[in-house]
């Protein structure tokens, strides 16, 4: 995957996620970060699991299980 793609799936997972556990997204920067890293967590993770997904639509899911994952941990911390 090229690193255009690589941004546009980072982006489009942070918004994603933004919209789910806030109802609101974090800016395009904050979603591309929240996304990419949030990729990088789902990507871990799934392979732990022994879960593939390929293609747009399965990098996009990852990217948003694990943004979704990071979100959460953010908030945990946060409150601590």
Excluded: E, P, Q
């Excluded at 996620?17 to 806030?22: D, E, F, H, W």
């Excluded at 929240?34 to 747009?56: D, E, K, N, Q």
């Amino acid at each position: 995957m090229s690193l255009l793609w690589f941004l546009i799936v980072g982006i489009i997972a942070g918004f994603l996620a933004g919209k789910i556990m806030n109802g609101t997204g974090y800016g395009l920067l904050g979603d591309l970060i929240v996304g990419v890293v949030g990729s990088l967590i789902g990507g871990y993770l799934f392979g732990l699991l022994g879960i593939g997904a390929g293609g747009l639509i399965g990098a996009i899911l990852t990217a948003l299980v694990g943004a979704i994952i990071l979100i959460w941990i953010i908030r945990l911390l946060r409150r601590a």
